[in-house]
């Protein structure tokens, strides 16, 4: 599977301490795993002159207080708060002043965020995705891509989860739904 370097971006999906690290407060073992091959796939996204696209799942600590219904620190406690050390991207994916560092409060990296109009003037159209969790922000970062008229392509060993079932189910879902998979090594920029 080819991609465009002029038309694509490959977007890293929360790859955190607050995810990936052991003394994160989300931490899965899979994701920390995801590090080395996200790394691999940034290293080649730049060489071939590729945007490289991180996102960053952050919460002010009164951010659900006033919900009617969506509150992710009931569901899943108090994570990667504004400013916090687990906010932060893992040191091993060095964050470059060229890269878009997206900041969002939801699963999803297109909602109340810059990332479509960003894209879009870059006239961007393919996303190569990857990074943690399957089944949560990678999924619903895929989703609204597609829904928007990206070729979304979930790179399927370069993504963190929990259970082994959440990321067949996120990686089945994501290919029947609205887009594709690659293996990394399938992939060339």
């Known amino acids: ?24 407060s989300l931490y899965a073992p899979p994701s920390e795993a995801a590090i080395e091959p996200v790394a691999d796939l940034v290293d ?7 945007q490289v696209v991180y996102t960053r799942d952050v ?20 994570h990667v708060l504004e400013d916090s050390w687990e906010a932060e991207i893992v040191e091993e994916l060095a964050v470059r002043e ?5 900041e969002k409060h939801t699963y999803d990296a297109f909602h109340e965020t810059e990332l ?13 995705i990857c990074g943690t969790l399957a089944n949560v922000c990678v999924l619903h970062t895929a989703s609204s891509a597609g829904l928007r008229d990206y070729r979304p392509v979930v790179i399927e060993d370069a ?3 929990i259970e082994d ?5 996120a990686l089945e879902h994501a290919e029947w739904l ?10 060339t920029f």
Do not use: K
């Open 1 to 24: 599977m080819e991609f465009d370097s002029g038309s694509t971006a490959l977007v890293v999906v929360d790859m955190q301490n607050g995810f990936c690290h052991p003394d994160g």
């Open 44 to 50: 080649r996204a730049r060489d071939a002159g590729v």
């Open 59 to 78: 919460h002010p600590p009164e951010q659900f207080e006033d919900t009617h219904y969506y509150d992710e620190f009931d569901r899943w406690g108090e």
């Open 98 to 102: 060229e890269d878009l560092v997206v």
């Open 116 to 128: 479509d109009g960003w894209l879009s003037a870059r006239n961007v159209r393919d996303l190569a």
């Open 159 to 161: 993504v963190g989860y």
């Open 165 to 169: 079932d959440d990321r067949e189910y």
């Open 178 to 187: 609205f887009g594709e998979l690659a293996g990394r090594e399938e992939i």
